[in-house]
């Protein structure tokens, strides 16, 4: 027997709505365990996350003591270093000055100026025999001889100093070289 087309569309719409039916019985909500397990990783992402942090502020702690303690050891790196051009004023002053009350009061001057600069930390650097490129500024070179060899300093131009145990001022020197 043949099948009216309002028959056959109706066997369509029972086939489609069965599979509808399907389909909505497929996606099945998880289960309690499932959910209880799903919640643990996210709990032990978020521990180890909050671990992560934890050990980053101590980490930060730790930077910000170290940079305190540097900035407290150099505070008064700069104003050494001002006072420095001062101290070179005295010191060409006694060198072209005549002996007299006014010399030794420029000399008394420069001898407390030295003693509150070594309180300090400032220490001149001590220019040897041999140019150490650290702590000195070969600001020219003059052809070396057997009295001054390759690479020793022949002249100090200009005294270096230390703040603690980094360069306040390079001492300018005269290198020999061959």
Avoid: C
Avoid at 40 to 49: N, S
């Amino acid at each position: 027997m043949g099948a009216t087309p309002r028959q056959l569309m109706s066997e369509d719409e029972t086939v489609e709505d069965a599979t509808d039916e399907v389909v909505e019985d497929e996606t099945i909500e998880p289960t309690l365990e499932e959910k209880l397990a799903e919640a643990i990783a996210r709990a032990e992402k978020a521990e180890a996350e909050i671990t992560y942090k934890d050990a980053d502020i101590i980490n930060i702690r730790k930077r910000n003591a170290s940079d305190r303690a540097e900035l407290m050891k150099f505070a008064g790196f700069n104003l050494s270093g001002r006072i420095l051009p001062v101290l070179d004023s005295l010191e060409r002053a006694l060198d072209n000055a005549e002996d007299g009350p006014l010399t030794d009061g420029i000399r008394l001057t420069r001898d407390n100026l030295l003693d509150a600069l070594q309180a300090e930390g400032v220490t001149p650097i001590e220019v040897g025999s041999d140019f150490d490129p650290n702590v000195m500024e070969a600001l020219t070179t003059l052809p070396a001889s057997e009295e001054h060899p390759d690479g020793t300093v022949i002249q100090t131009l200009e005294s270096g100093w230390m703040y603690k145990d980094r360069v306040l001022r390079p001492a300018r020197v005269v290198v020999s070289k061959e």
